[in-house]
Each structure stands twice: as structure tokens, then as C-alpha cells.
């Protein structure tokens, strides 16, 4: 009978729930291995064929890793929360809660016919209340420390979604999600005080198995600077203005003072007759947004305030101007101007006329370009001769001893905007009283969950649905008749995705987060894989809320993720008209190299999958078509995993029949064993085989490079079809190295083997290395350099190589009537004839 995996597939995945398989249990006489994937949003499109690529890879390590005696967590659950559910239940009018409860059960559904080794038994969304809980007593703890609190601040505002966003979540002025505009307005916010942790956000860095790309982009986005702060009296006035600047050596070429048009000082030290401009320019830079102002190509304009501030290193007077091109974010909001030696400096000094002095020595015309580089001082009074480094640190002593300035660090990184004005989110467990102070809901009350609404459209103004909920929000301090209004703001979707991996460990404590065991057993994460576009979102939030939970003690490491595997992604064929309109790919067909939909000429692209575009492939459809085991194996076969490659439902076919030839293998046509399966003991060849492929498969699987090792298990797979007899304990080898990757399958060879119940738990197959070597190998024989022949003989030959080159009859008509004048032997590879 032919391989059948709509009979064998269901077969396996109910025998795997109802033994509870995979079921994880706290076992320290085990090593432990903790994989986990990027839990999915649950979305109403459900699956496509690109989201098991990394669960198809973390389960094939899982699989291997219980072969090999480990005791393996494998979680799975669902970030429910969020914007894109709140916009989904605008549109269709079904309320959030019910659309998420349907969005779960289909994705489960699809997961879990892919046959995943998940411990079920730890499913968890972040909209349940028992997680909900624990979210908020997190925000409790934050808020104790003093890491939670509020502020007026400039915020990222989106009109099309009437909602605040991130910095992270901002690119290019536009939401990174939706690609909507963004806007900046002045909003009462909760912030969370992830500055405080920033060296330590760094420092750990050092020590992950991560991607060296993605911890960079921490790095960058966290950007410490080292320098110094040195104050700027205000000529002819009162005042002081700050700036921050990592070459305090270039103070005596410092020419003028430029503050942010958000500078609190900047209203007190404008002249009269330059109030009018200053303002004029300051409401220009408001409609601008900080990455249009910081755009290093963007012509550098400003406004001069008609102020002066003095140089404390040579007592000159510095002009003062407003520029956007500095941030009130950044910094101090003010900076001392060195056009000499910083890029944008100088072009601002050329724009207008101001002086530039060099104080570094270098060849370049600072007329012409300013040097950025190191070298002796000049034109620097006390710090001549010196060279650059040298006088950096005097000049920080300078300062500190003439009180002017100090030594100071900076960050790019800023505390975290954590409020959001939407409703399908955790509220925010605080009281606001009547003398305008805040207080937190005891623990005992938590949790607090989003109340009943109808209407849950965010607002234009910024008020957050919830306030809607007027006997919700009018409460009481618990245990008391004090009257209170609860918090409106809801957290972020990020807030429950910063802790999920901890409470997998733990999912039905109802006492605390997590118990110190548990904890304590399975952190840190061993192997974390998902998107590398959660680098300074997810992970580095993620992060911050470890180090707080380390420190109050819920945790006992410092870090949460210790090995981090950015997948690729897979892409799909589109098609659209000159339009942009795009069309279904059923719709469309190929005439003589060109695309057409009816009569209508397309474009023929491969883009990222999605529902506006029309390509998205269901895994759905391509399991009913060959199987899920086919689907796993393809998308390894695809490519390296971290690389992005193109969907072809036709290659699925492909694997399909490895997957068929594998089963002829073992079964014959009626479904009985293969005649040539025999009880014998396996030749040279084949044997050498056997321990070739657990070698190269083995070390695959662990530098997990699953293209190549499936591609080894159809070598092996079209040896063992040639074979006259098939050794039974060479197909056994087999079916359990194709295990990982194809495990309905492989469970269902294993029993018609002859074996009992799961192979899940049977050791993983070893290697001997003496019997991988092959008894011959090729050699190649070079003339003058260039390979002019290859043979084979006996492996590893040395001495003896050179005289079995020169035995060949093709060696020997090369060299006919050549003058030999130097033999070169490279033992095990090859001989060289220079020759006259």
C-alpha cells in the first residue's frame, strides 16, 4: 500500500496527546534543554506557510535533543493582546474577546497538524486572567522601585489608529506595523525607567550566543557616549546652558552654542528682535519628525537668538542659535559647536558665515570638510602638543577643577512610553485620588481585567476608551470609602510578551509568578528563535524586565535568552498590474514569458507574504495535499534557515517522494515488510554509509543546518533502495535519524519494524569515527601547477603517493618527453610535476 499520511499523521498526533508525550516534569537527574519559539499573535488569517519555519526548526532540535538523554521544555501560547485584534473587531464589529478565543483555537488547530512535540499542558494566552495577574503585579513591582512612573511627554501619536506608539515602534515617521504617519504631541504618560538599566542591558550583551548583527543593533539603539557636560554661562543674562559633548578636548575650537527648539531656555534668553523668527522657526521644527531632523543629508537651517554665551576655556563669546538638527531628547538639548572637527557642525558654519578654528592638527583644508580624526593639539593654550586622547582627560580635570563641567555619560536609549489609549490591553493597575496622587491596587486585587464595552474606538483627543466605562473607572480605595478613578491607559502589547518564557516554567502557580524550583531547573532559555525585527523591541524589553525580576529576586540569572537564532523568511510570488492592483495566482498564466490575468498583462514578483497582496500559501491546503511531515521537511530543504528564500508549492513534491521512497524502504507493495529487509550484518559500503550520515546528520542538527542534513538522508535513503539487502539495523539507524525531521512517518517505519510504542525517547544513534573513512579516495595530479588528472587508490597515501601517480598510463602520456624538474607530493591530496 501506498504511504498514506492522512491515515498515519492524525494516528501519531493522538497517540502523542493521550500518552502526553511530551509532557515536561522537573527531573535533576537529567540535563535540561529549554527551546523556545517567538509565540505567535494570533491573527483572524491564521497560519501561512512561513510561520513554521522556526517552530519546524526548534522542534527537530527537540525531538533529537530527548534522543540524546535531555529533559526538553517545549512550550506554546499566544500574544493576545494588542492593536491589531482592537482594529480587527472595528471592522467586523465582533468584540476582541471572542475573536481572539476563535483566532486561538485556529491556530492551535494548524500547529498542531504539523505535529510539534508541544507540552500542551502548558498553553497559556496573555489575555487570560491568571496571566493577566502576574503581568500587573510585575508593573507593581516596577512602580516600588521607582521604574514606573508618569510624565508630560512628547509622544508618538498616530491619528490613523489614535493611539501612542514607541520610539521602537516608530520608523521613518510612520508606525512600523500599519505605516501610518506619525505625529508628535505633549501627552500625560506612564513611562517605564529602562534608562536606569542601560549598562547592565549592555554589558550583558557580551556574554549571549546571539547574532553579532542583532547585538549591534542593542548596542546602537542603547548608545552610551562617553564625554563631558560643561556649562555655558549666558552673557549679559542669567543662566546657564548645559551641553554634553564627547570631545571636550575641542573646547578652545568651539565657535558657537546651538540649543533644540525644545530647549527650556531657549523663550528666556531670545532677544526681543529675534522672538519673532525664533518662534516662526520653532513651530516649523514641531511639524517635523526627529528623523527628518537628524538626516544627515538635509540642509542644516537655524535661527540666531541675538544671545552670546561665553567660551569658559578662552572667555570668548559664542553666538547662540536654534537649530532642529539637535534633539531636546538627546543630550541636554544644547551643544557646543566645533565645525572644525564634526561634519554637521561645519556645514552649519559654512551655511552661515560663522568662524571655524582648528584645534586638531591633520593636512585636511577645514575650510573644506571638517577632520574628525585624532592627533596633536593646536591653537588649545594649556592642551598644545598634547595628543587628542591625552587631552581629553586633562580637560575633563580642567573643568571639574574649575567648575564648569565634569565628566559624564549618556545614552541614547530613553525610558520606555508604556501607556497606550486602546482598550484590548492590560489595564494599568493604579488609583488616581482627588489630591492628584497615585497609588497602586493592593495585590490582593489583581487582577484587574478590561471591563464589558460595546464602543472601544480609541479617540481622536487621546482619552482611552476605558474612561468611557464610567462606573468601572469611579471605585473606591480597596478596604476603605476614599474615592478613586482607575487608570484609562492599557500597557503595551509588549508587556506580556516580556515574561511569557517565565511563566511557561510554571503556568498554574497560582501563589506566585513562578516557583523558585522551576525557576531555577529550566532558565535560561537554551535556544530562542524567531524574527530579527524584535531586536530593539521585544528582546530588549524582555531583557530590562528580567534584570528587574533578578533583582527582587524571582530570578536567579541575569539573563533571559542565552542562545538567540534570527530565522529567514519565506517569501511568495505576487502579482499586480500597472495599477498596483493585485491579483490571485490561480487567476494568472504564463504566455510565452509574460503574465496575464484575463486579458490584463502582471507583474510577476516575489514579495512578504500577506492578505493585501494575495499570495499567502495556507499550510492547511499543503498538508492535505502531502502531508505535514512533506511540509517540515521542504521548509528545511529550502535553504540555510536564517536565509530568505521564495515558496514553490511544486518543490513540496519533490520531498513528498523522498518521503514515499523512504516508506518503500521498509514496506513493499501490500504493506508488508520489503523482502530485501533481512536479519544480516551489513556490508563495508554500507556500513561506512551508516556512520557517515549520524556524523554529518548529527553535527547538522546541531549547528543547525537542516538542509544539509536532510539532503544526507536521501543519500542515504537512494543507497539503501539500490541495495540487494537492507540490513534491518541500517533502515533502523535511518528511520530514527529521519525522525526529527519527519516524526509521523518515522513513528509508524518504527512499528512496522517490529518496535513497540513511541520512538521519541530511543538514543539517538552514534558513530564510530575509524569506520567513516572510505578505503579509497581521489587523488589529483597537477603539472606545473594545474590539475591535469584525478584517480583513486588507497586512502591516505604519503610516501607511496608519488609512485602510484607516476603508475598511471594517463600520468604517463602527460609527461612524455617532458624534462622533470621538481617532484611536489602533498600527503593525502595531491603530486605536482613542475616540468621544463
Known sequence: MPYDPRAIEPKWQAYWAAHDTF??????????????????YPSGAGLHVGHPLGYTATDILCRYKRMRGFNVLHPMGWDSFGLPAERHAMRTGVHPAITTKRNIETFRGQVQRLGFSYDWSRELATTDASYVRWTQWIFLKLFERGLAYQAEVAVNWCPAQNAVLADEEVKDGRYVETGDPVVRRMMRQWMLRITAYADRLLQGLDRLDWPESLKAMQRNWIGRSEGAEIGFPVHDGNGKIITFTTRPETLFGATYIVLAPEHPLLATITMPEARAA?????????????????????????????????????????????????????????????????????????????????????????????????GPMVNSGFLNGMSSEEAKQVMIAWLQENRVGSAKVTYRLRDWLFSRQRYWGEPIPMLHLEDGSVMPLPEESLPLLPPQLDDYAPTPDGEPPLARAKDWVLTTVPGTDIAAWRETNTMPQWAGSCWYYLRFLDPHNERELVAKEAERYWM??????????HAVLHLLYARFWHKVLHDIGVVSTEEPFQRLFNQGMILAHSYRDAAGRYYEPSAVVEQDGRWFAGSVEVHRAVEKMSKSRLNVVNPDDVVDEFGADAVRLYEMFMGPLDATKPWQTAGVNGVRRFLDR???????????????????????????????????????????????????????????????VRPREIVETFVLLLSPFAPHIAEELWGKLGNVGTLAFVTWPSFDAALIQDETQEYVVQINGKVRHRFRAAAGLSDELLTAARSKPEVMTLLERKIIIKEIVVPGRLVNFVVG
Not at 554509509?689 to 538522508?713: C, G, P, W, Y
Request: proline share 5%; hydrophobic share 45%.
Open 23 to 40: 509532557r515536561a516534569e522537573i527531573d535533576p537527574a537529567r540535563p535540561k534543554f529549554y527551546a523556545l519559539d517567538m509565540f505567535p
Open 278 to 374: 525664533v518662534a516662526a522657526y520653532v513651530a516649523q521644527a514641531e511639524a517635523l519628525q526627529e528623523t527628518e531632523r537628524v538626516d544627515a543629508g538635509r540642509e542644516k537651517t537655524g535661527v540666531f537668538t541675538g544671545a552670546y554665551a561665553i567660551n569658559p576655556a578662552t572667555r570668548a563669546r559664542l553666538p547662540i542659535w536654534v537649530a532642529d538638527y539637535v534633539l531636546g531628547s538627546y543630550g541636554t538639548g544644547a551643544l557646543m559647536a566645533v565645525p572644525a572637527h564634526d561634519t554637521r557642525d561645519h556645514a552649519f558654519a559654512r551655511i552661515h558665515g560663522l568662524p571655524i578654528i582648528r584645534v586638531i592638527e591633520s593636512k585636511e583644508d577645514i575650510e573644506q570638510a571638517a577632520y574628525e580624526g585624532d
Open 524 to 533: 535560561p532559555v537554551d535556544l530562542y528563535v524567531g524574527g530579527a525585527e
Open 662 to 724: 523512504a516508506w518503500r524502504i521498509v514496506c513493499d507493495e501490500t504493506d508488508a515488510l520489503h523482502p530485501a529487509l533481512r536479519d544480516e550484518a551489513p556490508d563495508a559500503n554500507i556500513l561506512r554509509l551508516r556512520h557517515q550520515t549520524v556524523k554529518s546528520v548529527t553535527e547538522d542538527i546541531e549547528a543547525m543546518r537542516f538542509n544539509t542534513a536532510v539532503a544526507r538522508l536521501m543519500e542515504m535513503a537512494n543507497a539503501l533502495t539500490a541495495e540487494i
